[in-house]
């Protein structure tokens, strides 16, 4: 699995971006697909997962301007960024939650990471 981005970039406040990011290596079963964010000085944090039955799981500061589409059979997603704010700024990184069962270990899982992206929103 190798996740590859695009989009990001700079733009003015209340403005709209859309992050997209593909699967670039083999297809492969995916419990979830999503976006995490770091800002400067900041941890990593959730933005939104998609699970394999299409259940979305979106950060309350997020909620109502950010959209996630895709789907983790496609091995693809998509983060359209509405209403922008400054404290959108961050490194936007693709997450997939790999799925690598076994008879013998049915939950068995690993997490792969893009490369990230750099969002930047100015007031």
């Known amino acids: 699995v190798q996740l590859v981005e695009s989009g990001g970039g700079l733009v003015q406040a209340g403005g709209s971006l859309k992050l997209s990011c593909v699967n670039a290596?083999?297809?492969?079963?995916?419990?979830?697909m999503g976006w995490y964010r770091q800002a400067p000085g900041k941890q990593r944090e959730l933005v939104v997962i998609?699970?394999?039955?299409?259940?979305?799981n979106y950060a309350e500061a997020v909620k109502g301007r950010f959209t996630i589409s895709g789907h983790t059979a496609l091995n693809t997603v998509s983060l359209q960024m509405d209403s922008l704010k400054p404290e959108d700024t961050a490194v936007y990184y693709c997450?997939?939650?790999?799925?690598?069962?076994?008879?013998?270990?049915?939950?068995?899982?690993?997490?792969?990471w893009g490369q990230g992206t750099l969002v930047t929103v100015s007031s």
């Open positions: 997450h997939a939650d790999v799925s690598i069962a076994t008879i013998e270990r049915p939950r068995a899982n690993r997490e792969v």
């Open positions: 290596g083999r297809r492969n079963d995916m419990n979830s």
């Open positions: 998609i699970s394999s039955d299409g259940s979305r």
